[in-house]
Structures are given as C-alpha cells and as structure tokens.
C-alpha cells in the first residue's frame, strides 16, 4: 500500500517509520523546511514511570520496546537508558512514593524506593536536600534535536520512502478508494491510505472533526543552562511531578504540602535531563487557557532554576536558552485522537506530554490496525 503521511513530527515519523516496516510505500509531507513544533522543544523523554495503569501503561511499556529497536536501527537518536529518579523532598512525598510501590503494577513500571546513599549511588551529581527517591529504570531519553533527522535519514535509505518538506497541505480529501492530498503550491499526491498527523494544528486540516474532538491544546514553559561540569547519569522529577502523572494517583497524594504559588500558578514540576552536550534541559509549566500568553514569564525559570540548585546541592549553570512548545492533548482519558476522518484518511493527534515516549507504539496500532 501507498501511504500518504502528513506532518513531520514524531508521530508522523513514527507512522512513517512502522508504515515502511511493514512493507509499504511512504511519502511524507511537512510544511516546514524541518519540523520545528512539539516534537523538537521536548525534553525527548521516553517516560514509562509515571503512566496511568492499564492500556496508557501497557503502550509505554511497549513503546519503550520498540525504542530499543529503533536505536538498534539508528544509534544517531542517541537513545540512552538513563533511568528517571524522582526525589522527594519531606515524608509526605516519601509516603505517596511508598503507597504507589504497593500498587498491582508498580513491578511493571520496575519502580524502587532508594534513600539517599543509594540515590546517590546511581546519580553521584545529588548532592543536595532531597530525603529519598522514586527509581524508574525502564525511563530513558533520546536527543530531540538529533531524533527526527536521523530518522529521515535512516528512512531515506528505503527506496520505498519519499521525504517532501517545504510543502503545506492545504486538503486531503477521498477519492473513491484513492486518498488524495493538494499541497498549497498545487501538487498533488495520490496514495491508498493518508495518516493526518498535524501535532496542536487543529485548524488548518478537518477543523470541524477537530473542533469537537476531546483535544485541548497546552502551552508550556521550557529553558537550557550552559554545560553542568558533570555528568548528570539520570533524568530527574522533583515531588511535584507525581501530581501530574496519573500513575501516582493514590490516596497520600492528597495529603501533599500546597505547592508555592508561582508553582500552582503556572501548573508546575521540575523535570531535568542533561544532554550529550552537558547542557541540561529543564522545565516546565502548563498553561491551559486560549489564547496562550506570548511572552516568556520569568517567575516560573527562577523557581525551577533554584530547586533543581536545591537537589543538586550547587548552584545550577546560568540559563542560556528559553522558549515555549504547544501539544496537542486528549481529555477523554485516552492514548492519544486517532480519528477516521474517511474511507482512507486518518487523523493521528493528541498524545499530549507523552506524544515522544508513546509515538512508536500508536503508529504500530494504527498501521496494525490498516493492514
Ligand atoms: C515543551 C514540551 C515538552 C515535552 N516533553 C516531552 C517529553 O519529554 N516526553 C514525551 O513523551 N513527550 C513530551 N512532549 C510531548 C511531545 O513532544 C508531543 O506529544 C509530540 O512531539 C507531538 O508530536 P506530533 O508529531 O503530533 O506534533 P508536532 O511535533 O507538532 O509535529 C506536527 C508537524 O506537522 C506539521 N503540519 C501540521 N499541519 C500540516 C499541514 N497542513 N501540512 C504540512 N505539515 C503540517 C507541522 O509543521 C509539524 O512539524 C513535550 C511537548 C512539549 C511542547
């Protein structure tokens, strides 16, 4: 079959990448010279730990599977098994960490308590005021700057495969048993199946379908310090982390600490992960109201930049880099808007904060799914 991919973020890669897999031919459009949204301002954390029980689970758990198999394919994504390590910094955290180690599928998630000598065993760099921590060895992370060219570059080695940036796609519509695709400079591209995969484009492609999807659209806040003198051996979540992922959700939680008021404002945790350059990556906010604030606020960097000092025990590197990324996310509870739009179209959107741990394995259930 001839697939017709549009977008060229993770998730369209990813289709394309399981599409030529299974034997079939790929051509896949995007409208930027390189895809420059969600999929490149992420942290590039493939995060297992934190996943609602049940089928949101069992996909990180796959998806992280065939994480592993990519990088085996292309090393250049410097996919690395780095591990997560949550701290938790007074005994309500601790008791919320100790509560989830108790549920049906904490083996899964392969979680372990560590205190701080082990903590520190495993990430010598935390050297600050944390009491212990959350140890997620199945976590890993891929460099996002590197992930979707050498993915292309790798596809491009397929004959089957035909990369076409610089293109926006103006309609997609079905032809009897043809999907066809108009890109707004006039060509036109003819294939039996197209995968819309527009990433929080929910306008300029099916806005109706889209308007009444259970997707919302979420604005966040990000920044990268200059190179940390060592090596940071895991990724890091500070104890706030655990009230945005639903895999925490057990009853202590309710008896955490009210977080600071620049955090419940602006909807805050702290993730960290250094990249292969040294520099660490750091965030972040969630902003859920339209339209989204244009500027960057400060407020939210100084608060992350002095906790992450705080775990670390020195003062973090200065800030070098800021900017905002907007995600497409699903409200009904599910893995992501996989939507048959026709016959031969289908949208792919809405895997929210976890779109790059969870891309590998919607792909596969979507092409499972078509052939
Ligand atoms: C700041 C931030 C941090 C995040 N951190 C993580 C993380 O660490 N781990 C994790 O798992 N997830 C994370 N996420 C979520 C993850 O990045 C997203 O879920 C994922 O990147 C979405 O991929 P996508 O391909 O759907 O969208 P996008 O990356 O937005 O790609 C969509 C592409 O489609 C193209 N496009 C749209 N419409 C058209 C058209 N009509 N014609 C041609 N091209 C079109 C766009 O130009 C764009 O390049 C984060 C997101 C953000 C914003």
Redesign the pocket.
Known sequence: MKYLI?????????HAYEALKSGHQVIQ????D??????????????VSGRKSGAELQTAVRARQLWDEIHQAIPELLFRPNGSLTLAINEEEVAVMEECLRKEDASLRQWQILDRDETQRINPALRGNYLASLWCPLDA?VE?GLV?HSMREYLLRNDDYIWRNN????E?RSDGSKAVVI??NGEIFEGDIAI??????HT??FKEQLDTAPIRR?????MSTAPLDEALTTSIADGDSMRYYPGYEVPTLQNLPPQPKVASDNHMQL?M?QRADGTLTI??THEYAEPFEFKLNEDPYTYLHEVASNLLGKKLPPIIHR???????VTDGGI?DRRVIAQNIIS????????????PAIAEETIKGLS
């Open positions: 549009i977008g060229g973020g993770i998730i369209g890669t990813a459009l995007e409208r930027d390189v895809a420059r949204s969600a999929s490149v301002r992420n942290f590039g954390l493939v995060w992370t996002p979707l293109l926006d796609v103006v997609v890109a707004r819309v995969c527009p990433g929080a484009d300029s492609l979420v604005r966040l806040q990000m993730l992960v965030g972040d900017w905002d990324g907007v995600y497409s996310q992501c792919v959107t809405g895997p929210g904060g976890r779109g790059n741990t969870l891309a």
